[in-house]
């Protein structure tokens, strides 16, 4: 995902496939090693919009 230059991330959910929350990120890196194999939704929302993406842990 490409943001613009005038786009800043403000926060990050992540859910699992079932829909559960599994972790909200504000300011801070994204680490995922801790996750399970598997597939997550993201949202990702920013200054100007929010975006929703699919990650696949292997």
Same mark, same amino acid.
């Given at each position: ?11 990050? &959910? ?7 929350? =599994?972790?909200? $990120? @504000? ?11 598997? &597939? ?7 200054? =100007?919009?929010? $975006? @929703? ?6």
């Amino acid at each position: 995902m490409k943001l613009s230059d005038q786009e800043k991330v403000l926060k990050v &959910i992540i859910y699992d496939v079932s829909g559960k929350l =599994v972790s909200i $990120y @504000n300011d801070s890196p994204i680490n995922i090693q801790q996750f399970p194999t598997g &597939i997550y939704f993201l949202s990702i929302i920013t200054n =100007v919009k929010k $975006y @929703n993406s699919k990650l696949v842990k292997k």
